[in-house]
């Protein structure tokens, strides 16, 4: 396994999000140059954005495009002018019930955007795209741990089934072009400056508010936490890993990074609880359409190929979540 060599040009998209935060600057302050691109689009509070976007201004290493994946012009023009070695598409359009109501925003951004990610690496020849999929790919599956062998062709959300269709998209873009491409099927991914969007995010906004948190499906649901630093580990290793070509000449790998270790919902919500050092009120509902009873990652591969599995408890990565929330909450 090769160390991440900080020579690297690197084009991050989705920058001012959480996960492309968290990449850039640990790339950052390993002495990469950074490329970010990012809409700054108004799914949840562009402050926040906009704050994790002032904090990698800082850095002498990063440039920013402000830009939509759609388009095409703005990506191509991008490649031009930084010649990256290695790209990470982290820019999408998240969340399962977000899907529901506002398609549209999912087929632009994660199925046209992730296209013109896929055109811009065959113009301008890169080293390793790394993309960001999904847990969700793996959609009502009843076999558990969720493994990277298995069939992932029933999602039950139209986010999920754009995630599967990057996956196609990918794999076609190696064989055809020679790109050597990495998918990341991200496992409910959480921790400070995070997504507002996300459960745990608005629970403690709703328990320091003293109004009931939503729990769906009665409680009865289990999910894979993992903390971000064990997901920006993780990708770390595998920026300068491309993998090897498979038999048909496609150098492709999809690996899950989650904690592989699923939590209970209340365990999780009582957690919450404790580090917030509040009670929540609990309105009790039915599963929501789109949502799944578990998921569970199955990390073998990522610990045969890299010596790594992801290990923070949920005790600690919540507990550095409050600390964060409680102090921005404070500051607002």
């Given at each position: 396994?090769?160390?991440?060599?900080p020579?690297?040009?690197?084009l991050i998209?989705?920058?001012a999000?959480?996960?492309?935060?968290?990449?850039?600057?640990?790339?950052?302050?390993?002495?990469?140059?950074?490329?970010?691109i990012?809409?700054?689009?108004?799914?949840?509070?562009?402050?926040?954005?906009?704050?994790?976007?002032?904090?990698?201004?800082?850095?002498?290493?990063?440039?920013?495009i402000k830009?939509d994946?759609?388009?095409k012009?703005?990506v191509?023009?991008g490649?031009?002018?930084?010649?990256?070695?290695?790209?990470?598409n982290?820019?999408?359009?998240?969340?399962?019930?977000?899907?529901?109501?506002?398609?549209d925003?999912?087929?632009?951004?994660?199925i046209?955007?992730?296209?013109n990610?896929?055109?811009a690496?065959?113009n301008?020849?890169v080293?390793?795209?790394?993309f960001a999929?999904?847990?969700?790919v793996y959609?009502g599956?009843?076999?558990?741990?969720f493994?990277?062998?298995?069939?992932v062709d029933?999602?039950?959300?139209l986010?999920a089934?754009t995630?599967?269709?990057?996956?196609l998209?990918?794999?076609?873009?190696s064989?055809?072009?020679?790109i050597?491409?990495?998918g990341?099927?991200?496992?409910t991914?959480?921790?400070?400056m995070?997504?507002?969007?996300?459960?745990?995010f608005?629970f403690?906004?709703?328990?320091?508010?003293?109004?009931?948190?939503?729990?769906y499906n009665n409680?009865?649901?289990m999910?894979?936490f993992?903390?971000?630093?064990?997901?920006?580990?993780?990708?770390?290793?595998i920026?300068?890993n491309?993998?090897?070509?498979?038999?048909?000449g496609?150098?492709?790998?999809i690996?899950?990074?989650g904690n592989?270790?699923?939590?209970?919902?209340m365990?999780?919500?009582?957690?919450?609880?404790?580090?917030?050092?509040r009670?929540a009120?609990?309105?009790y509902?039915?599963?929501?359409?789109g949502?799944?009873?578990?998921?569970?990652?199955d990390?073998q591969d990522?610990?045969?190929d890299?010596?790594?599995?992801?290990?923070?408890?949920?005790?600690?990565?919540?507990?550095?979540?409050?600390?964060w929330?409680?102090?921005?909450?404070e500051?607002?």
């Amino acid at each position: 396994m090769k160390a991440f060599d900080p020579g690297k040009r690197c084009l991050i998209t989705g920058s001012a999000g959480f996960i492309g935060y968290y990449l850039s600057k640990a790339l950052l302050e390993k002495g990469a140059l950074v490329m970010g691109i990012d809409n700054l689009n108004d799914y949840y509070e562009v402050s926040l954005k906009e704050e994790r976007l002032s904090l990698l201004k800082k850095y002498p290493g990063f440039r920013f495009i402000k830009a939509d994946l759609a388009d095409k012009e703005a990506v191509q023009k991008g490649f031009k002018e930084f010649s990256p070695q290695i790209v990470v598409n982290l820019a999408a359009q998240a969340g399962v019930r977000y899907s529901i109501d506002n398609p549209d925003a999912y087929i632009q951004s994660n199925i046209v955007g992730f296209y013109n990610i896929l055109e811009a690496c065959r113009n301008y020849p890169v080293e390793h795209l790394v993309f960001a999929s999904s847990s969700s790919v793996y959609g009502g599956n009843k076999k558990v741990p969720f493994s990277t062998e298995d069939q992932v062709d029933k999602p039950v959300s139209l986010y999920a089934a754009t995630k599967k269709s990057n996956e196609l998209m990918a794999y076609s873009y190696s064989k055809l072009y020679q790109i050597p491409l990495t998918g990341l099927r991200f496992f409910t991914v959480y921790g400070p400056m995070g997504r507002p969007d996300m459960a745990y995010f608005k629970f403690a906004k709703k328990i320091m508010a003293g109004e009931p948190i939503q729990v769906y499906n009665n409680g009865d649901m289990m999910r894979d936490f993992t903390y971000i630093d064990d997901i920006i580990e993780g990708v770390e290793n595998i920026l300068c890993n491309p993998p090897k070509p498979d038999e048909n000449g496609a150098s492709y790998k999809i690996y899950n990074i989650g904690n592989n270790q699923p939590v209970k919902l209340m365990d999780f919500i009582g957690t919450l609880e404790k580090c917030l050092g509040r009670e929540a009120q609990k309105e009790y509902l039915p599963m929501q359409p789109g949502d799944v009873y578990e998921t569970y990652a199955d990390v073998q591969d990522l610990i045969r190929d890299f010596g790594f599995k992801p290990a923070t408890s949920i005790e600690d990565g919540l507990g550095e979540f409050a600390r964060w929330f409680l102090a921005w909450r404070e500051a607002k």
